[in-house]
């Protein structure tokens, strides 16, 4: 495999070796493996997704270059595939990408470099996936019939895509709950095993919860009608966090988080948050995907 586009890319089998070599660079540290260049291009925000792929990368041996739309020549009209063409050509061997616009990846399918899609528009972003599915099988041992329910933003999310594709693959069931503004549509039809009215609903039913931030610049106008509304009737208040804590249950969030609109602000970093876990794994789980690149 040259390229992760899309959790739906990988087998079983290669999702278990990415997972394999990651728990080995968690236990023993990455070793210096490659005399390479990749490019981090970054087309949209990013904190913990891009020094987590650049750690990796560099842990790994590999040299890494910071592109950003600001200052390149993409400000001036060039499409993705003649920048992509421009970096191959240059002798850098892989691309780390992240884009506003969903699909975009089409257009360099055929160009003979390493890619990672670090988030594309609404649509995948696989390495947050394979994330949130190794803190979990950390957590519980194993994923088969584990209840993973999704709240939030359904409808714009992109971890949420990956992450469906990626727990269905696993053997867990999905749910999703939230307002029904931002909830995806035909949940059932494209694979989400329960679709849940009330938030409390979906949290007595799961194992974990993973809250999910509001993609307001996705929204052409206001889905919400008030943030304070949006933690008492759809996020994690004290009061739910407790219900969690009392049943062994955990709680996520692929961040950033927006305090006291998803998770009441006290509660981001309580007890059976793995939010800070998610993210100590980026590093590992990321650092994973680029030698099965190489490997697999
Ligand atoms: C997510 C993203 O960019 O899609 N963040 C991340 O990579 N951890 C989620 C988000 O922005 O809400």
């Not at 884009?99 to 089409?106: D, R, W």
């Not at 998803?262 to 939010?275: D, F, M, Q, R, T």
Request: proline share 4%.
């Amino acid at each position: 495999m040259e390229k992760l586009l899309s959790a739906g890319d990988m087998t079983p089998e290669a999702v278990e070796e990415i997972f394999q070599r990651a728990k080995t660079f968690k236990e023993k540290g990455i070793p210096k493996k490659y005399d390479s260049e990749w490019v981090l291009m970054f087309l949209e925000p990013s904190t913990r997704t891009r020094l987590s792929f650049e750690k990796a990368l560099r842990r790994l041996g590999i040299e890494t270059y910071l592109f950003t739309s600001e200052g390149s020549s993409m400000k001036k009209g060039e499409t993705l595939r003649d920048t992509v063409l421009t970096l191959h050509a240059q002798g850098f061997e892989g691309v780390v990408i992240r884009t506003p616009l969903n699909g975009q990846f089409k257009e360099i399918e055929d160009i003979p470099v390493k890619v990672v899609n670090a988030g594309d528009g609404t649509n995948e972003h696989p390495t947050q996936a394979l994330i949130d599915a190794f803190t979990l099988k950390e957590v519980f041992g194993d994923l088969k019939d584990l209840k993973v329910v999704y709240i939030g933003d359904t409808r714009f999310s992109r971890v949420f895509r990956s992450g469906l594709k990626l727990f269905k693959m696993l053997g867990a069931k999905v749910g999703i709950a939230g307002p029904r503004s931002l909830k995806l549509s035909h949940a059932e039809a494209l694979g989400v095993d329960r679709d849940f009215e009330s938030v409390d609903e979906a949290l007595e039913w799961c194992d974990v919860a993973i809250f999910l931030r509001i993609q307001k610049e996705r929204q052409s106008r206001p889905l919400i009608t008030s943030e304070r509304d949006y933690l008492k009737y759809f996020g994690l208040t004290k009061e739910r966090a407790n219900f969690l804590r009392q049943k062994g249950k955990y709680y996520m969030h692929p961040g950033p988080v927006n305090r006291n609109v998803e998770i009441a602000s006290p509660e981001v970093y309580g007890k059976n948050s793995l939010i800070l876990r998610q993210v100590e794994n980026g590093v590992f789980v990321r650092a994973g995907v680029i030698d099965f690149l190489y490997q697999g």
